[in-house]
């Protein structure tokens, strides 16, 4: 006798085995994702300010990086018609309206008008922090010193100090 497949115990036996992995995994991962999600947005603000940083000096102008704190977006352009530090007409937009993570928010930035700008020489015009969080109280940032140099930065005490990671 030819019998190929699988009893009816088999088949409760291994759905049983697979709802009590679910009933273990599902909870971690949703604690898992809100910090997944603060970081991913930390990268990315940190990955378009070196490309803005970059770009400074490729294109021997001034980028500037826009933060809105209303809408949790940034943007990024080239200053190359008047040095005012402003969106111009015929200025390249290399990012317009960028936005995060859904559920994470720019909460404050100690920049000056909640921008800074890279030189041609790759040196920070405006210098401070971009901090952010997200709903399960995750704190992390983004700091930006006058040399140019780019860090994220994190709090354990809801942005009461902050330590570079």
Wanted: charged share 15%; net charge positive; glycine share 6%.
């Amino acid at each position: 006798m030819n019998n190929k497949g699988f009893t009816l115990a088999e088949v409760l036996v291994t759905i049983g085995i697979l709802g009590i992995m679910a009933a273990i995994s599902i909870p971690s991962y949703f604690s898992w994702l809100p910090k997944h999600k603060l970081k991913t947005s930390v990268r990315q603000i940190y990955d378009d300010l070196n490309l803005a940083k970059m770009l400074a000096v490729k294109n021997n102008t001034n980028a500037v990086v826009k933060f809105s704190t209303l809408n949790n977006s940034y943007s990024i352009f080239l200053d190359t018609k008047v040095a005012n530090f402003s969106l111009d007409a015929g200025e390249p937009e290399i990012r317009k309206g960028a936005t995060l993570e859904k559920d994470v928010n720019i909460y404050q930035t100690t920049l000056t008008s909640n921008s800074c700008a890279f030189n041609n020489r790759a040196l920070a015009v405006n210098t401070g922090q971009i901090y952010m969080t997200s709903p399960s109280g995750l704190y992390m940032g983004v700091d930006l010193n006058a040399a140019g140099n780019i860090s994220i930065i994190t709090s354990n005490d809801h942005g009461g100090t902050w330590k570079f990671d």
